[in-house]
């Protein structure tokens, strides 16, 4: 049985000890500040009953309505898949699938995958196959936005409030306490305490004491533990962090680390091809970046005129009619954002590269800013995608999304994959040799 007492920070590599299970509270690493674990496993069932009521409330979000619009004396409404299916109708099939996967198809699979894993342990059964369920969760939860799209919702329903009579449908309040939530779930849930779960639960599956299972990776606990007394970092001490499950594993050949031996996945000391990844997507992005300013992302006719809006446009649209904090909002999300994430991660990718040890706390704190903040750009496609929904009064007005939207949502997702692509222990390498 491993009952692993090392764990080596996400961000910073260095070796510590983990966090005795009655511990409450999240415990922080003691160099860069990342989390290490959140609470202790009494909030597990918490977890679960949190996950349930989120589940039957996403049900009850995606039955009826999140917003309606009167014109006319005619209700128009929409749900939420129903939003994403008119951007599909209106042929912009990649907003669409964007809008679907984040709004609807990550959180439902996220609240899925936690009930398939905590309601077997609260009957005192395992989950089968816990460890691919919960590798992929690792893979859903960033893509999750329903934060985002509540307060696109209430972008657009300011938005619409000059042009007609806006009814908040039953949808929207479900949707708000699915939010808060998933919130709760995602501060209190502790993937560690599970992996530790699984490891009592299953000492079959561990192959220490049968070594000839994976010759690989050797699993020697007793030298692993004491590893943190000759060491400072898990890569000095030559021990791989998974980045599926952070079990700390010592490949006997370098060269051949191949694959985690509770998750499966393939152990890198880093993130495998890091940088260049990073630079491919930063580049990808800022090259889309142009056409997301300059095209238009929505178009708005009339019987007797067409209009296109722009980003730019739209902030100052919502300026002119009094909204303000709304446009310094919508301003910060769709242009500030974008624009600060690029530059940052440049600066990230860059100082990286020239294996720079300036201020590395200071980077890795940036970095989890990047991360934290990023989703937040998605504001104006949701909020198309709403207006694109509920403006379709084909005698007076409609909405449609424009090609800059495509662009936008590009620079979006392209964003989001450079900061999951980027290490940030690549930052504390260049200081370790610093110190040698
Ligand atoms: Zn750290
Ligand atoms: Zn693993």
Request: hydrophobic fraction near 50%; charged fraction near 15%.
């Amino acid at each position: 049985m491993n009952e692993t007492r090392l764990i080596a920070c996400p961000e910073c590599d260095l070796l510590q000890s983990r966090p005795p299970r009655s511990r409450r509270g999240a415990t922080k690493c003691g160099r860069c500040g990342a989390t290490l674990s959140q609470r202790a496993s009494a909030t597990r069932d918490l977890t679960l009953a949190l996950s349930l009521a989120a589940t039957v409330l996403f049900v009850v979000a995606n039955c009826f309505p999140i917003v309606g619009v009167w014109v006319n004396g005619a209700l128009v409404e929409t749900t939420l898949v129903n939003a994403a299916l008119s951007l599909y109708a209106d042929g912009m099939w990649p907003i669409a699938g964007l809008v679907f996967v984040t709004t609807f198809l990550m959180p439902a699979l996220n609240m899925a995958a936690m009930i398939y894993l905590l309601l077997p342990l609260y009957f005192g059964r395992s989950p089968p196959g816990p460890q691919l369920v919960l590798r992929l969760l690792r893979h859903f939860a960033p893509w999750g936005m329903i934060e985002v799209f509540m307060l696109a919702l209430l972008v657009a329903i300011v938005k619409l409030q000059h042009v007609a009579t806006v009814m908040p449908g039953i949808g929207l309040w479900a949707l708000g306490a699915v939010m808060v939530l998933l919130a709760i779930v995602a501060v209190i849930f502790d993937p560690l305490d599970l992996w530790a779960h699984i490891d009592r639960a299953r000492p079959e599956a561990w192959p220490e004491g049968r070594p000839e299972a994976r010759p690989e990776v050797h699993l020697d606990v007793a030298w692993i533990a004491t590893a943190s007394e000759r060491f400072r970092t898990a890569a000095r001490a030559g021990l791989y962090r998974c980045n599926g499950c952070g079990l700390l594993a010592r490949p006997l050949l370098q060269s051949q680390a191949g694959s985690c031996p509770r998750c499966n996945s393939s152990l890198h000391p880093r993130k495998h091809n890091s940088l260049t990844r990073t630079w491919a997507f930063i580049l990808a992005a800022t090259v889309l970046y142009i056409p997301s300013l300059l095209l238009p992302i929505m178009v708005t006719g009339t019987l007797f005129n067409a209009q296109s809006d722009t980003i730019l446009s739209g902030v100052v649209y919502l300026w002119s009619s009094g909204s303000w904090l709304l446009a310094a909002i919508v301003f910060m999300a769709s242009i500030v954002v974008p624009m600060l994430k690029v530059l940052s991660l440049t600066y990230l990718a860059c100082s990286t590269q020239l294996r720079s040890p300036s201020v590395p706390t200071r980077r890795t704190r940036l970095y989890r800013l990047i991360e934290l903040i990023g989703r937040w750009s998605m504001l104006d496609i949701y909020v198309i995608t709403i207006l694109v929904a509920v403006v379709q009064f084909d005698s007076v007005a409609t909405i449609d999304a424009g090609p800059g939207a495509i662009a936008f949502g590009g620079v979006v997702v392209l964003t989001m994959f450079a900061t999951l692509s980027f290490d940030p222990r690549l930052i504390w390498d260049a200081v370790e040799t610093e110190v040698e």
